[in-house]
């Protein structure tokens, strides 16, 4: 098969175009409830993790990449939570859908009235992947901005994959596949606001990151990797590990060291242990 890539790698720098952070964070987190049931009083965004709300990491670590004109993080429709954590660092847009893919394409438009042009880039993040670094944001920028299709942190595969089938006794292996060119998908996931507005436009609501629909269009995003660490919180037990990998990184990325505007709910974190 040749390996000839079917559109020239890179472009010219005179539509580099400006840097946008979208952080789809309108999700409910079913997944990540504790066992026993019952639905959380905060969803999973919200949860304190390391002293503060998880998603307020997720927002210091892009406070710290210089080179973004802003920051949007799509809500919930009635989600208030951002009404007693502004910064000057974001700004919440109660724009969040029914499925992820919809709150980002709503989060776009939200963009583009604010003021983003089709050929600026977008960064799409998940609020849930709160140990992202600024400076894996930074390098994801750097290997994409002048790339023709844009382009996502992964982390190549580094267990052996397994098919399953369901069965009266639970699931059981089907069989062991290639893993050799297999990557799990991360964000943030980069893109020109434009052509991905387009792209999730074809690809409907339920496909599941901003890559797959690229992909759909045949083109190949680039693959940057983004490490063991830039794990999504999904489960109950991914607080802990979280709370781990914080507990290693000796300056933590806090909201304050970036200015003013922390209007910080302390108390909020009394509600974050509010599972019911
Ligand atoms: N309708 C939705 C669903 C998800 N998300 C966001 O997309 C990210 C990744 O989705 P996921 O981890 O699946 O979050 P939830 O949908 O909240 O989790 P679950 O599927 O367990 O309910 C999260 O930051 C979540 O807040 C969103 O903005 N809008
Ligand atoms: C975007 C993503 O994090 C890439 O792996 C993933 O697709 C989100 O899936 P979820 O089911 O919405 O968590």
């Known amino acids: 098969m040749s390996d000839v890539l079917p559109f020239p790698a890179t472009v010219s720098s005179a539509v580099s175009g400006r840097f946008w952070a979208l952080v789809p964070c309108a999700g409910t987190g ?15 965004q919200y949860q304190n993790v390391a002293g503060q709300p998880l998603v307020l990491h997720t927002l210091a670590a892009f ?5 973004l004109a802003g920051t949007l993080v799509a809500v919930a429709p009635g989600d208030l939570f951002f009404q007693a954590h502004a910064h000057a660092a974001f700004f919440a847009v109660d724009c969040g859908g029914a499925t992820r893919a919809a709150t980002v394409e709503a989060g776009l438009r939200a963009l583009r009235t604010r003021g983003a042009a089709a050929h600026d880039w977008v960064l799409v993040h998940d609020a849930a ?15 994409c901005a002048h790339d023709a299709v844009g382009g996502l942190l992964a982390h190549k595969l580094p267990d052996t994959l397994k098919t399953a089938t369901a069965g009266p006794g639970g699931f059981r292996v089907a069989g062991t596949v290639d893993r050799s060119d297999k990557w799990l998908a991360q964000t943030p996931q980069m893109f020109r606001i434009g052509m991905l507005q387009d792209a999730l436009e074809r690809a409907g609501a339920q496909v599941t990151d901003e890559a797959g629909a690229v992909e759909a269009m045949g083109l190949h995003p680039r693959l940057v990797e983004g490490g063991a660490q830039n794990f ?5 037990e991914d607080f802990a590990l979280a709370e781990a990998v914080l507990a290693t990184r000796r300056h933590g990325a806090t909201l304050e060291r970036f200015g003013g ?7 909020h974190s009394k509600d974050d242990a509010g599972w019911t």
């Open 261 to 267: 505007g922390v209007i910080a709910d302390p108390d």
């Open 232 to 236: 999504k919180v999904t489960y109950p």
């Open 30 to 44: 079913v997944r990540a409830a504790p066992p026993g049931g019952g639905m959380a009083a905060w969803p999973k």
């Open 63 to 67: 406070a710290g990449v210089a080179r």
């Open 129 to 143: 992947r709160c140990l992202v670094t600024t400076a894996q944001i930074d390098a994801l920028i750097d290997a």
